[in-house]
């Protein structure tokens, strides 16, 4: 099964964050377990699930580059059955930290292997930075799959090659199992041209790989963080929730048929 | 005079590119002479000004890391006045590919120096990628000043201690004129509360630093990319266009006042 995901696009501000956090909201709703690894050194999946900075004392910087085993990091969100590795800015001294260790790029990998996830978790959720570096390298290694937030705005398939790309190299070099998940096309208004316009083309182009599931722009998703709840526990009726337990489902529906 | 602007924030998706370019169309609408830098691998800022991928033969990748002549990375863009140093994905190995240049850091402010700029452009505008690395440094080292775009949604406020953090390591190391241009709101929905809660909050904060002008949100500014043009050219009478002549405007009286 497909229990490893990335969330992962360098384009910046597509929801990868907001996909993480509600993705794994919905899916501990269908009774599984989930841990979130928050990898982006902005810890806005920390702060959106309410891990305050003072509660932040190990981290994804302690298992990455200090090699502290990786359930010494994990801890309980409000939120049943969502654990939480929590970010904090300095993962971002990673790259410089990491430079001259030849395990740099697996390190995430080893560390879940190392505390045998797969006993207590049914799945692991990753979020990632905007960029292709060593974060999200680490993410691509340690995943199963890759799932990819586009947001519905001209930029969007910019950037897609060159991620497909990255996914290829860690495939060839550090994990072959590493598959797409999938394409799920974010914050599309159907009153916009440009959103259609923009959601038609990245069907006709990568076809099965989108996801059925569109995520709409619904203000409550960006609402929901300030208020440290993901969109299932803030505003349960709200589009926001319905479109990512929509995803949930799907998601699951996809693991069975693969 | 705040020759030389670094369009920064490492959170993504907050309109860095948007006002890289269009604030540099509307600084040539007053006759000055404008070169932007597009510092950022995902090389939106060349896509949006219309540089087509067969034509990013010199860009900034030859001028940080193999030492071409900045000027020789220089090409004409459609509107007069704006000429551009475009961008490919090789700006995204800059990081390892500098690791033990002990000048990595001042790649740009040197290459700016050498190419004595400041006589035929009245200022630089350098988009820059969604981190605080070498990337965002060296346009950091090279700026006389930074201008913060930040989205008006709560994840906003989030990482700017750590960018001012980063400005002010940048002054003591490498640059001890850099200044904060200011921070400029974008994507302002006045039927949205937390867009309004997050202005207010960040004015309270911030105080004189944010710009009056606020640049709304509006669809034709995010279309205007896929016709290679600027929103002064694509939809002149738009919000878009009048909030950003409003910016540039309000960048030049702070100018002659500082
Ligand atoms: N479907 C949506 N509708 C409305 N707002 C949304 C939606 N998805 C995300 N947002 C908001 O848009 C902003 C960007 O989303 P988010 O932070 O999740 O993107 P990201 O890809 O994680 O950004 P970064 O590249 O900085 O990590 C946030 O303020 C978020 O609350
Ligand atoms: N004021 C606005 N109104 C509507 N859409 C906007 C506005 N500003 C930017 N956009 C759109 O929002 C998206 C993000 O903006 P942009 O790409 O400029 O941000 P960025 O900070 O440069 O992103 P990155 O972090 O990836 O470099 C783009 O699709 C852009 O067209
Ligand atoms: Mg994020
Ligand atoms: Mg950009």
Redesign the interface.
Known sequence: ARRILAIAN?????GK?TTAINLAAALVETGRKVLLIDLD????AS??LGIDADRRVKTAYDVLIADDPLRDAIQRTDLERLDIVPAT?DL?SA??AM?SDKRRNRRLRDALAAAEIARDYDHVVIDC?????LLTINAMGAADAVLVPL?C???AM??LS?LLKTVKQVRRSLNPDLKIEGVILTMFDRR?N?SQMVAEDVRRNLGDLVYRTVIPRN?RL??A??YAAPITVYDSASRGSLAYRALAREFIERQALA
């Not at 360098?10 to 597509?14: D, H, L, W």
């Not at 930075?129 to 570096?133: G, R, T, V």
């Open positions: 360098q384009k910046g501000g597509v964050t050194p902005q810890g806005n702060t959106g800015v971002s790259d410089v430079v930075p905007p960029s292709l570096n947001q705005e001209f930029f910019e950037g060159q916009n440009l203000v960006s609402e963080p300030s």
